[in-house]
């Protein structure tokens, strides 16, 4: 998990676009066997389904950042 961790504040950019193409394309595949709408309308959606999902989760990192730094801070001045 720390690797992780480590190389996501390393690789920020790359790692919200990679979320945002992969859930593009979860969200492609997911509508093409559930609805009849044009591809046009597909792509629609599924950038925002990407958009949403990308910003719960830069808002969820926000929080967690947040906390984390505050707790550090707390420690510290113990």
Known sequence: MEGLQSWVSEHKLSSIGTLWATTVGVSLAYSRTRTPLKPSLRLIH??????????????????????DKNSNDQTVHK
């Open 46 to 67: 599924a950038r925002m389904h990407a958009q949403a999902f990308t910003l719960a989760v830069l808002s969820g990192a926000a929080v967690y950042h947040y906390y």
